[in-house]
């Protein structure tokens, strides 16, 4: 009589993928190696139980992969599955620690992405490397005008002063080196093109989708933000209040705490990276605009700016942003000013 496999445990790859299938008794039936193709008739074949695989890379087209044919996915955290190790890290011993962490009755799982969801963390995190790009050849050309006596602000607003000085015949500079600006200006003027492109795709979805229209009423997310938070959170009908959603994100004070005695540190920043830095990016500009100003109508905001320092108030504005973000999505409100 052949034994039910009640799990199926798989530590990702790209081409071998380690199987650790497990009875309903917790034993394990046995440990292999599989190819791509394998897998996926294995996968395909297998009548329907708990594919348990670490949230890394490729897990969410397995995920979609094994959904298709009536598995229940888990996806478990990369820092849930490591204490689960037994001495030696190899396949074989971390496709039995995957099966041990999924079968922890309180472990957190990750939910599995869309294939739409993951499209928008592609065309968002294109953007971010794009603008990485551009602000990488500014920084170059700047450093090799500066060479010559040339020297401008950072930013991209302030490229035009580079180009009209290598454009005149009368600045000292070598035709060599001239050229090479061109060269700069050229692949600078083409990123900002897609670039440009790509920001004015996000705005019009922003604009027609209802989510992110009603998240772009909060003070200091835009466009970008609300693109951030549709692309890498999940649904936040999963978390219970807007406490965990911050947590989740990193934007809470890193604890050691003992004995009864609360410690805490500085942030954790042990969640999602993309949206924490954007959050923090948006809170300073807020910022700036209440120092510019000399004050805010929002009381608790402007005692927060008279008597932290600017960083630290931003980070507490990003977390009670991240509370304001699930707040109005749980709940379908628009923004109100507190």
């Given at each position: 009589?052949?034994?039910?496999?009640?799990?199926?445990?798989i530590d990702?790859?790209?081409?071998?993928?380690q199987?650790?299938?497990?009875g309903?008794?917790?034993?394990?039936?046995?440990?292999?190696?599989l190819?791509?193709?394998?897998?996926?008739?294995?996968?395909?074949?297998?009548?329907?139980?708990?594919?348990?695989?670490?949230?890394?890379?490729?897990?969410?087209?397995?995920?979609?992969?094994?959904?298709r044919h009536?598995?229940?996915?888990?996806?478990?955290?990369?820092?849930?599955?490591?204490?689960f190790?037994?001495?030696?890290?190899?396949?074989?011993?971390?496709?039995?620690?995957i099966?041990?962490?999924?079968?922890r009755?309180?472990?957190?799982?990750?939910?599995?992405k869309?294939?739409e969801?993951?499209g928008?963390?592609v065309?968002?995190?294109?953007?971010?490397c794009?603008?990485?790009?551009?602000?990488?050849?500014?920084?170059?050309l700047?450093?090799?005008?500066?060479?010559?006596?040339?020297?401008?602000?950072?930013g991209?607003a302030?490229?035009?002063v580079?180009?009209?000085?290598?454009a005149?015949?009368?600045?000292?500079?070598?035709g060599?080196v001239?050229?090479?600006?061109?060269?700069?200006?050229?692949?600078i003027?083409?990123?900002?093109?897609?670039?440009e492109r790509?920001?004015?795709?996000?705005?019009?979805a922003?604009?027609?989708?209802?989510?992110?229209?009603?998240l772009?009423?909060?003070?200091?997310?835009?466009?970008?933000?609300?693109?951030?938070?549709?692309a890498f959170?999940?649904?936040?009908d999963t978390?219970?209040?807007?406490?965990?959603?911050a947590?989740?994100?990193?934007?809470?004070?890193?604890?050691?705490?003992?004995?009864g005695?609360?410690?805490?540190?500085?942030?954790?920043?042990?969640?999602?990276?993309?949206?924490?830095?954007?959050?923090i990016?948006?809170?300073?500009?807020?910022?700036?605009w209440?120092v510019?100003?000399?004050?805010?109508?929002?009381?608790?905001l402007?005692?927060?700016?008279?008597?932290?320092?600017r960083m630290?108030?931003?980070v507490?504005?990003?977390?009670?942003?991240?509370?304001?973000?699930?707040?109005m999505?749980?709940?379908?409100?628009?923004?109100?000013?507190a």
């Amino acid at each position: 009589m052949t034994t039910k496999i009640n799990m199926l445990a798989i530590d990702l790859a790209k081409g071998s993928f380690q199987v650790c299938a497990v009875g309903p008794e917790g034993t394990v039936l046995y440990n292999r190696a599989l190819s791509r193709t394998r897998l996926a008739a294995l996968v395909a074949d297998q009548p329907a139980c708990i594919v348990a695989m670490e949230a890394c890379a490729t897990s969410h087209h397995w995920g979609r992969v094994a959904e298709r044919h009536g598995h229940e996915v888990r996806l478990v955290p990369a820092a849930y599955v490591k204490p689960f190790v037994k001495r030696q890290k190899n396949d074989r011993a971390d496709a039995e620690a995957i099966a041990e962490a999924a079968l922890r009755p309180n472990m957190r799982f990750v939910a599995v992405k869309s294939a739409e969801t993951q499209g928008r963390a592609v065309a968002f995190r294109t953007h971010q490397c794009l603008v990485r790009q551009r602000t990488q050849l500014i920084n170059a050309l700047r450093g090799h005008l500066a060479e010559f006596g040339l020297v401008a602000p950072k930013g991209p607003a302030s490229l035009k002063v580079l180009e009209i000085a290598l454009a005149e015949e009368t600045t000292a500079v070598p035709g060599a080196v001239r050229e090479m600006g061109a060269i700069y200006l050229e692949q600078i003027a083409q990123l900002t093109e897609i670039i440009e492109r790509l920001a004015d795709e996000l705005e019009a979805a922003s604009r027609t989708d209802a989510q992110l229209r009603r998240l772009c009423t909060i003070p200091g997310i835009g466009p970008v933000t609300a693109g951030a938070v549709a692309a890498f959170a999940p649904d936040l009908d999963t978390f219970d209040s807007g406490r965990n959603f911050a947590a989740w994100l990193g934007l809470v004070p890193r604890q050691r705490s003992t004995g009864g005695k609360t410690r805490l540190g500085s942030v954790s920043k042990m969640g999602q990276t993309d949206i924490r830095r954007l959050l923090i990016v948006g809170a300073m500009s807020v910022i700036r605009w209440v120092v510019r100003k000399g004050g805010s109508t929002n009381r608790w905001l402007a005692a927060l700016v008279a008597r932290k320092p600017r960083m630290v108030a931003a980070v507490a504005l990003a977390n009670k942003m991240a509370r304001m973000i699930w707040a109005m999505t749980t709940k379908q409100e628009d923004y109100r000013m507190a």
